[in-house]
């Protein structure tokens, strides 16, 4: 029978991320025993987790929700794992992408690398301390990512603003330049006149 999609459950906070909201972890099979245990352990981990029975109910929810990270399963009906993430890539490409099966079928794992650009290929069935540890690495190297970006961002703006700061500068020094130039014309004009005055006066006392 189809698992319909459930709210969100959160447990508790990973050690690591204690004074942060868990990371939330969308988890896509057709299988229901597959996505009763995935569940389990990621919420045991302390992450928020929702389920999805097919790729359609997968994009229903990523529509309506932020999700940190997708596991999806490669072999499904309508939609298989490699399109599906493949459309989570073109929609939402902050999202972390996972790809997971039971068969090994290179052509379709070649594909939703490609296209979907997953981060991890991981087989069925999994170790659950080992899919937990590749979730952490997957969200840490998100998490690295978007502070790399977020400060990338400030230091074009930075850099944006100097360059602003500089030409506005440039332009006081150039004007300052000018007014300068300017009163020393004058200071020299008026030194000329003053002596042509003098000199006036000088001519002016030798008739006397």
Known sequence: PAVPAEPAVTGAA?????????????????EPDVLASLRRLFLDSG???????????????????????VFSDLHMP????????????????????????GHADAGLIAEAVN????????AKPWNDEDI????????????IER?????????????????????SLEQNVSASRDELAL?????KSNFITSLKVFASLIETRRKF
């Open 14 to 30: 990973p050690p690591e991320t204690a004074a942060t909201a868990p990371a939330r972890i969308l988890c896509v099979d057709d």
């Open 47 to 69: 992450f928020s987790v929702r389920i999805a029975d097919s790729a359609a109910t997968g994009l229903q929810i990523l529509e309506n929700e932020e999700v940190d990270l």
């Open 78 to 101: 309508q939609m298989d794992g490699a399109r599906f993430l493949a459309v989570v890539r073109e929609r939402w490409p902050q999202t972390v992408r996972m790809l997971m099966t």
């Open 115 to 122: 296209s979907g650009e997953i981060h991890r290929y991981i």
């Open 132 to 143: 937990v540890a590749q979730a952490r690495m997957a969200l840490e190297r998100r998490s």
């Open 147 to 167: 502070e790399k970006a977020r400060l990338e961002q400030i230091a074009r703006t930075r850099t944006e603003e100097l360059k602003a700061l500089n030409a």
């Open 183 to 187: 009163a020393n014309k004058r200071l």
